[in-house]
């Protein structure tokens, strides 16, 4: 290929990839939308749903009045239903859910701030963290957490957007908010939060 034919075809492969992760922003690209969320449009509480409950396989856990967050130290553990955590102090914060399927959208919600809930339980704000999904699997089921993002009064578990009880779709009892970090890391469903 001459080198003049190599350049065309390198523009014409950036040109159609911004038209097609162009979707999520210009609503006339949407049909080209090929690498944008697996869920088009914006889902409940006008932010897109990456995974589904009932993908997920949590629609039954989720809704159950047995479910407690269990929280564990190295001094023993605690299981915390949503109305004790809706009892704690409760931290609003705006911030983004970052997609890497290239969308980006940003909400207030609220819950119990990490360092709170440490506090709570005796833990000291600097730990590192598991936090585990009620999924029985899939590739976001568990996600670890530095000290550093323990420790942010701004890293939450949320249960709320917009003071309204976050969507089952939104990982309704409660999931993880936390600032600068890839929506992946954002643990939807909450089961237990381990001081590692
Ligand atoms: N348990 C669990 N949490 C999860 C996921 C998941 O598949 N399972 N997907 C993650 C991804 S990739 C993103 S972008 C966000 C999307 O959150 P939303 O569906 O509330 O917009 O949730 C994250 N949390
Ligand atoms: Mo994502």
């Not at 979707?23 to 944008?36: C, D, K, V, Y």
């Amino acid at each position: 290929m001459s080198r003049r034919g190599f350049l065309t075809t390198v523009g014409v492969g950036v040109v159609g990839a911004a038209a097609l992760t162009g979707g999520q922003t210009f609503g006339w690209l949407e049909p080209l939308n090929l690498f944008g969320a697996r869920t088009r449009g914006l889902g409940p509480q006008g932010l897109p749903i990456n995974r589904t409950a009932a993908q997920a396989g949590v629609e039954g856990a989720a809704v159950s009045a047995d479910w407690r967050l269990s929280v564990a130290t190295a001094a023993g553990s605690s299981a915390l239903s949503r109305d004790a955590l809706l009892a704690l102090p409760q931290t609003e914060a705006v911030l983004p859910i970052a997609c890497v399927e290239g969308w980006s959208s940003s909400v207030r919600w609220s819950g119990v701030a990490v360092p709170v809930l440490l506090a709570s339980v005796g833990a000291p704000p600097e730990s590192r963290l598991r936090f585990t999904s009620l999924e029985p699997s899939g590739a976001y089921r568990v996600m670890e957490m530095g000290p550093e993002y323990a420790a942010d009064p701004l890293t939450l578990v949320a249960l709320a957007i917009d003071g309204e009880a976050l969507h089952l779709e939104h990982g309704y009892p409660a999931r993880v908010i936390a600032p600068g970090r890839p929506g992946v890391l954002q643990t939807k469903w909450l089961r237990s939060v381990e001081v590692i």
